[in-house]
């Protein structure tokens, strides 16, 4: 398939070039043929312009220019002046010329079916070259335009060696344009040679592949993509591993508890005592938490779940969460403080979901924020749009653990302080509820120790 694909971007341009140096070289055959034609006639014309200027210059007169000519010139020999007084005989051959006539149209040498003396048609004047004295028209010279003359040997030859130049120029170029077609060829095999393999590695389940980027053409875009894709899986694979392994676990410590339990009070060891039953009932509700969370989740991102939309203003959703975990904050020593300005307009998302996502936040700030700390929630309007905050100074977030924080069953432990947090699933749902209300949700921190402030932002209404 590569082999394949080199060999007819090798033809390509081969085949670019074939035609281009084929195109060109007619071109410049046709254009020098007739370049040369056309400067024999000038050249003629103009000899024999100066010529005809001569001998008017003498005789005073055009009369007789032919007489001249053929002393001049019969027999093919010498041409050897013959009369001292008269003008130089003629030492070329006329070529590229129709015609020569007076200033009245008369020819002055025979041509076509004209004889000496003999008046033209006017419209065979209308591209005469005119042959002047001091600035006075004196005759008329008829130039071959049709080109009805044979080149001498010398110019023969000539054309000759331009259609050998012109040879070897159009196979230099097919011999420069099957080596730069090898080169470019390889120059864009080679990087899809690359992803292939690596394409192959993915498909075998080695997720980690990353492909060296050599430009910034499509070929580069393509390669970067391959690789933001890569990696995307990697860290989805690693993603999925960790989920299995935290729901596994999650799952399996309150059912040891309930399996030990039930095993004990099935062997007689222990009978069940209301202190045992609210360990049952708390490990069974975990386990509902648990499986309601996943399916919340799985139901949002599946766009099933039901949302009932309508005008609310954050002041409210607000001073509720407050209401709810006001005692709480107090008894752990915290301050709980709700700002929001009254004239924050509404925003048009469901109620019981933005309560679900405020409570799920506040929950996390009251499990990192220390005695003596402070959680504040802030409603207030930005931009046009609306911008609730739910904001801590307690434990805080490393700057290389802010982008996974809302990752599903992400480590609290490593992202927030020591305590496990609840199930790593709660700032997911969050995420998950909020862009489904058309809102964007973000988290700050400065690092550890120095609190964290939840950002979530809505559209006007």
């Not at 000759?160 to 420069?176: C, H, M, Q, S």
């Not at 095999?189 to 050599?214: E, F, H, M, N, Y």
């Not at 209401?323 to 008894?331: D, G, H, L, S, V």
């Not at 709660?426 to 209300?437: D, H």
Request: proline share 5%; aromatic share 6%.
């Amino acid at each position: 398939m590569n082999k394949s694909l080199k060999l007819k971007l090798v033809f390509s341009y081969l085949a670019v070039a074939l035609i281009t140096v084929l195109v060109i070289s007619v071109l410049i055959r046709l254009n020098s043929s007739q370049s040369l034609m056309n400067l024999v006639s000038e050249q003629q014309t103009a000899i024999l312009e100066e010529e005809v200027q001569n001998y008017y210059k003498l005789q005073n007169t055009t009369v007789g220019f032919y007489d001249y000519y053929l002393q001049v010139d019969q027999g093919g020999g010498p041409k050897v002046q013959t009369d001292p007084s008269g003008p130089p005989p003629l030492n070329h051959e006329i070529r590229g010329v129709d015609g020569l006539v007076d200033t009245e149209y008369k020819a002055l040498i025979p041509f076509f079916d004209y004889a000496v003396g003999q008046t033209i048609p006017d419209q065979m004047i209308k591209d005469a070259v005119p042959v002047k004295v001091n600035g006075e028209t004196i005759a008329w010279i008829l130039p071959d335009k049709k080109h009805q003359f044979s080149l001498n040997p010398q110019e023969e030859l000539f054309l000759r060696r331009i259609t050998l130049a012109i040879g070897l120029a159009a196979l230099t170029g097919v011999v420069v344009a099957v080596a730069m077609g090898i080169l470019l060829a390889n120059g864009i095999v080679k990087p899809i040679r690359r992803l292939t393999k690596a394409s192959k590695l993915l498909a075998q389940g080695d997720l980690k592949q990353q492909v060296p980027v050599t430009s910034k053409d499509e070929l580069g875009q393509l390669t970067n993509t391959f690789n933001q894709m890569s990696d995307d899986l990697s860290k989805a694979d690693e993603q999925r591993k960790r989920l299995t392994a935290d729901i596994t676990h999650d799952l399996s410590t309150p059912l040891q508890v309930i399996a030990g339990y039930m095993e004990m009070l099935e062997e007689g060891e222990v009978t069940l005592s209301p202190d045992r039953i609210e360990i049952i009932k708390a490990e069974i509700e975990h386990l509902r938490r648990l499986v309601g969370d996943l399916t919340t989740l799985t139901q949002v991102e599946a766009q099933t779940l039901d949302m009932q939309f309508q005008p609310i203003l954050p002041g409210d959703l607000l001073n509720r969460v407050h209401q709810i975990y006001e005692p709480i904050a107090t008894r752990q020593g915290i301050t709980l403080k709700v700002n929001a300005d009254v004239k924050t307009p509404e925003i048009n998302v469901d109620e019981g979901r933005m309560l679900q996502v405020l409570k799920n936040l506040v929950e996390n700030a009251l499990r990192y924020t220390p005695a003596g700390g402070k959680i504040t929630l802030n409603a207030a309007t930005s931009l046009k749009l609306v911008e609730i905050t739910v904001a801590d100074n307690g434990a805080g977030i490393e700057a290389e653990d802010l982008p996974f924080v809302f990752d599903r069953f992400y480590q609290a432990d490593k992202s927030r302080g020591s305590n496990r947090g609840k199930m790593g699933l709660g700032l997911a749902i969050c995420k998950a509820l909020v862009v489904s209300q058309n809102g964007k949700i973000a988290a700050e921190s400065d690092g550890k120790g120095k609190g964290t402030t939840i950002r979530i932002t809505f559209p006007q209404i």
